[in-house]
C-alpha cells in the first residue's frame, strides 16, 4: 500500500512539473504574439493553468490586469503555429474586453492584427472548414475556408507554407 502512494505522489509531481514545463512554453508564445500583434494589451498579465477536462482553451475573466486562459493538456503537444492559433483569439477575446463581443468579433480580430494564417491552420488542424454557427445563427466561428477569404492573398501564401512545413493535411472534400 505504501508504495502505491509513493508511486501517486510521483506521478503527481511529474504531472505538476510537466504543467510547469508546459506553462512556460505557452507564456513565452503569449510574450511574443503581445510584442508582434497585441501592443495594445501588453500591460497585461496573461498566466495558463491546465485542466484535463473542458475546452481546447478558454478565458477566466479578472477585474485586474492580470488574465488566465486555461488550456486543456491535451493541447499542451499540438504543433507550434496551431497553438498560436488558439492563444490568438483567447488574446483577442481580452482585447475585446469584457464589453459583450461575439466570437465572429473575435476571430475578426484575430485576422485584423494579421494573425489570420494561424487561426487558419488552428481551423485546419481541428477539422473545423466550415464555420460552426452558434446560436441559431447569431454568432458564428469562422471555418478554415472563411478565414482564408478574409485574409489578404500575400498572408493565404503563408497558411500553405505552414500546412506544409507541419504535415497538416486538409482534406475539406466533404464541403
Ligand atoms: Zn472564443
Not at 27 to 56: C, F, S
Not at 110 to 132: M, N, P, Q
Amino acid at each position: 500500500m505504501g508504495e502505491t502512494c509513493i508511486t501517486e505522489s510521483n506521478n503527481l509531481i511529474s504531472e505538476k512539473l510537466e504543467d510547469y514545463i508546459h506553462s512556460r512554453k505557452f507564456e513565452d508564445y503569449i510574450h511574443t504574439l503581445m510584442n508582434d500583434a497585441y501592443q495594445d494589451i501588453k500591460d497585461r498579465t496573461v498566466h495558463i493553468i491546465w485542466t484535463r477536462t473542458g475546452p481546447n482553451a478558454a478565458i477566466v475573466w479578472s477585474k485586474n490586469k492580470v488574465d488566465t486562459i486555461k488550456c486543456n493538456i491535451a493541447i499542451a503537444d499540438w504543433p507550434e503555429p496551431v497553438i498560436l492559433g488558439l492563444l490568438s483569439h483567447e488574446l483577442s477575446h481580452i482585447a475585446l474586453g469584457t464589453d459583450l463581443h461575439s466570437e465572429l468579433q473575435t476571430d475578426e480580430d484575430v485576422i485584423a492584427r494579421g494573425l489570420g494564417h494561424y487561426l487558419a491552420i488552428e481551423r485546419a488542424f481541428t477539422k473545423k472548414y466550415s464555420d460552426h454557427i452558434l446560436r441559431d445563427g447569431e454568432d458564428r466561428y469562422l471555418g478554415f475556408t472563411s478565414i482564408k477569404k478574409k485574409m489578404k492573398s500575400k498572408e493565404v501564401r503563408k497558411i500553405s507554407r505552414l500546412l506544409t512545413e507541419f504535415g497538416i493535411v486538409v482534406d475539406d472534400s466533404e464541403q
